[in-house]
């Protein structure tokens, strides 16, 4: 009879455990949020000595993404001067569906005067005026040299979730710290060279 006992109750302790062992198996897995980082940095050089180099490295706000059947587009942007007062720094690239490879994996070269047609990605940079009576200072390809390129190191497709690094050089282009007036007749601000790059790391595409 003890037997018996012995033998039901290792039976009933083993159904328990290989439950518990389905359950775990069951289980959804815990998925980490996305890391969502974009680092940027800037060299700002001025070749005729009338301004002091400098430069600037941070951490994009709210980095973002967009996928289209058009085109992937990527946001990077500095936290704004002040409230309300629109961003500091705004980065953007813009890569064409036609330009992009299987999966998105890859290097692309940015495109570039005088033929921006012959590059794979339009890389944007800006600097705006707060206040009025001032141009604000755009850069990119469709009007300037530029020599870079941006590189896709992970792309997650259940996700949307890409990953990557990116480089580029603006030369002989009007110090983006100084603004032209609206109305101005000439440009009298000092020619400079930009220098960016960073990474980007687990940027959602919406």
Same mark, same amino acid.
Do not use: W
């Given at each position: 009879? /003890?037997?018996?006992?012995? &033998?039901?109750?290792?039976?009933? +302790?083993?159904?328990? #455990?290989?439950?518990?062992?389905?359950?775990?198996?069951?289980? !959804?897995? =815990?998925?980490?949020?996305?890391?969502?980082?974009?680092?940027?940095?800037?060299?700002?050089?001025?070749?005729?000595? @009338?301004?002091?180099?400098?430069?600037?490295?941070?951490?994009?706000?709210?980095?973002?993404?967009?996928?289209? =059947?058009?085109? +992937?587009?990527?946001?990077?942007?500095?936290?704004?001067?002040?409230?309300?007062?629109?961003?500091? @720094?705004? +980065?953007?690239?813009?890569?064409?569906?036609?330009?992009?490879?299987?999966?998105?994996?890859?290097?692309? %070269? &940015? #495109? %570039?005067?005088?033929?921006?047609?012959?590059?794979?990605? /339009?890389?944007?940079?800006?600097?705006?005026?707060?206040?009025?009576?001032?141009? $604000?200072?755009?850069?990119?390809?469709?009007?300037?040299?530029?020599?870079?390129?941006?590189?896709? =190191?992970?792309?997650?497709?259940?996700?949307?979730?890409?990953?990557?690094?990116?480089?580029?050089? $603006?030369?002989?282009?009007?110090?983006?710290?100084?603004?032209?007036?609206?109305?101005?007749?000439?440009?009298?601000?000092? #020619?400079?060279?930009?220098?960016?790059?960073?990474?980007?790391? !687990?940027?959602? +595409?919406?």
């Amino acid at each position: 009879m /003890l037997k018996s006992v012995h &033998i039901l109750s290792s039976i009933f +302790l083993f159904a328990i #455990a290989t439950a518990c062992q389905k359950d775990k198996e069951m289980a !959804e897995p =815990t998925v980490a949020p996305p890391v969502q980082e974009a680092n940027i940095s800037f060299t700002y050089t001025y070749p005729a000595a @009338e301004a002091e180099n400098k430069g600037q490295t941070f951490l994009a706000k709210e980095p973002a993404g967009k996928l289209t =059947t058009q085109k +992937l587009t990527l946001v990077f942007e500095k936290e704004s001067r002040a409230a309300g007062a629109g961003t500091d @720094e705004h +980065l953007e690239f813009v890569l064409p569906s036609s330009k992009q490879t299987p999966g998105f994996v890859g290097s692309y %070269t &940015i #495109a %570039t005067q005088p033929d921006p047609g012959q590059g794979d990605v /339009l890389a944007t940079y800006e600097r705006p005026f707060y206040g009025t009576g001032a141009y $604000l200072n755009r850069y990119s390809g469709n009007t300037d040299a530029m020599d870079g390129s941006l590189t896709i =190191t992970e792309y997650n497709a259940e996700r949307q979730l890409i990953s990557g690094s990116y480089s580029f050089l $603006l030369k002989n282009i009007k110090d983006p710290f100084k603004f032209l007036g609206v109305g101005s007749q000439s440009d009298s601000r000092p #020619a400079c060279e930009v220098k960016c790059y960073g990474t980007f790391k !687990e940027i959602p +595409l919406l």
